[in-house]
C-alpha cells in the first residue's frame, strides 16, 4: 500500500470536512464552452479541451478537494492545473486510488475482484455493443475495469443493454458517451471507503453533475448538483443547485464557503 506521511495524515485526521468532487461538468468545462480570460486546464494534440473560469482559478488552490472521475488515470493526469493533481484522487469511477499521483496497489486488487465476479455481465455488455447499429466508436476496456463506447442513439444502446443488469452491470449515458460498470464499482462506495480510511466520522461535501454521480451524492452530508436533476433522486440531507451553465463557478464557490 502507498504509504502516507505522518504529517500529511494528520493534517487530514483534523480536517473537519472532506470534499469530493467530479471533474467534467463540475470543476472543470469543455473548451467549447471557452470564454475571453478562461484557463485551460486540459490540452490534446495541442488542441484545448477543458477550462476553468479566472474565479475558480482565483478559489481552487484553497480548497482540498479530493477529484472523483470516472476518467482513466491517464486522463486525469492530462489534467495541467497542479491543483487538480491532489494528494489523494479516485480515477476509473473510484476503481483506481491514487496516492501523490501513484496507483495504490491494495485498492486496485479490491476492485479488480469487483470486476472478476461481473466478468460474464461484462462479456454481455461487449457482445451488445458489438452488433448495436447505433454504435459509433470503438469498445474500450478502461483500465480493466469498465466498458466505454459512443453511440448515435444513446438511449436506443442502454435499453439495448438492459439485459446486462440481471449480471451485475450498471449502464449509464452522458450525452453521446456510453458505460457499462460493475454495479459494485461507484463513486460513492469509493469515497465511503477513502474517507472512513483518511478521516473517519468527518462531514462529506460531493459535487457532481450527472447521473452517474447520484451514488456520491447520496453518501454525502451536504451535496451540490444541477437544478435539472430531480432533488428526490439525491438523498443527502442537504441539496444545493445552481443551473447548469454556471455550475463549476458555482460548485467553487460554495466549496470555498463550506470547507472549514
Same mark, same amino acid.
Given at each position: 500500500?502507498?504509504e502516507?506521511?505522518?504529517?500529511k #495524515?494528520?493534517?487530514?485526521?483534523r ?15 469543455s473548451a467549447?464552452?471557452?470564454r ?6 486540459e ?7 477543458t477550462?476553468? +473560469? ?8 484553497g480548497? #482540498?478537494?479530493?477529484p472523483v472521475?470516472?476518467? +482513466?488515470?491517464?486522463?486525469y493526469?492530462?489534467? &495541467? ?13 473510484g476503481?483506481t ?5 501513484i496507483?495504490?496497489p491494495?485498492?486496485s486488487?479490491a ?5 472478476r ?5 461484462? /462479456?454481455?455488455?461487449r457482445?451488445?455493443?458489438e452488433r448495436d ?6 469498445i474500450r ?38 458505460? #457499462?460498470?460493475?454495479?459494485?464499482? /461507484?463513486?460513492?462506495?469509493a ?5 472512513a480510511?483518511?478521516?473517519?466520522? &468527518?462531514?462529506?461535501i460531493?459535487?457532481?453533475?450527472s447521473?452517474?454521480?447520484?451514488p456520491l451524492?447520496n ?12 432533488q428526490?433522486?439525491?438523498?443527502a ?19 470555498t464557503?463550506?470547507?472549514?
Amino acid at each position: 500500500m502507498s504509504e502516507v506521511t505522518p504529517d500529511k #495524515a494528520a493534517y487530514i485526521q483534523r480536517a473537519p470536512v472532506v470534499i469530493f468532487s467530479d471533474l467534467d461538468g463540475t470543476l472543470i468545462f469543455s473548451a467549447s464552452k471557452m470564454r475571453p480570460g478562461d484557463i485551460v486546464c486540459e490540452y490534446k494534440d495541442g488542441a484545448p479541451i477543458t477550462c476553468i +473560469s479566472p474565479r475558480q482559478a482565483e478559489l481552487l488552490p484553497g480548497l #482540498a478537494i479530493i477529484p472523483v472521475t470516472t476518467r +482513466s488515470t491517464e486522463q486525469y493526469n492530462r489534467i &495541467c492545473i497542479p491543483r487538480f493533481h491532489a494528494e489523494y484522487a479516485l480515477a476509473d469511477n473510484g476503481g483506481t486510488l491514487l496516492i501523490n499521483g501513484i496507483p495504490d496497489p491494495e485498492w486496485s486488487a479490491a476492485s479488480m475482484r469487483l470486476v472478476r465476479k461481473c466478468s460474464d455481465g461484462l /462479456s454481455t455488455c461487449r457482445e451488445i455493443l458489438e452488433r448495436d447499429p447505433h454504435r459509433s466508436f470503438e469498445i474500450r476496456m478502461v483500465d480493466g475495469m469498465f466498458l466505454f463506447t459512443k453511440s448515435d442513439d444513446p438511449a436506443a444502446t442502454l435499453s439495448a443493454l438492459e439485459q446486462a443488469a440481471a449480471e451485475g452491470i450498471r449502464c449509464f449515458s452522458t450525452g453521446a458517451k456510453i458505460y #457499462a460498470l460493475p454495479a459494485g464499482l /461507484s463513486k460513492g462506495n469509493a469515497a465511503q471507503r477513502l474517507a472512513a480510511r483518511v478521516s473517519p466520522g &468527518c462531514r462529506i461535501i460531493c459535487a457532481g453533475d450527472s447521473l452517474m454521480d447520484i451514488p456520491l451524492l447520496n453518501i454525502a452530508d451536504t451535496a451540490l448538483f444541477p437544478d435539472d436533476i430531480p432533488q428526490e433522486a439525491v438523498a443527502a440531507r442537504n441539496r444545493m443547485t445552481a443551473p447548469r451553465e454556471r455550475f463549476p463557478e458555482f460548485v467553487t464557490e460554495q466549496l470555498t464557503k463550506m470547507k472549514d
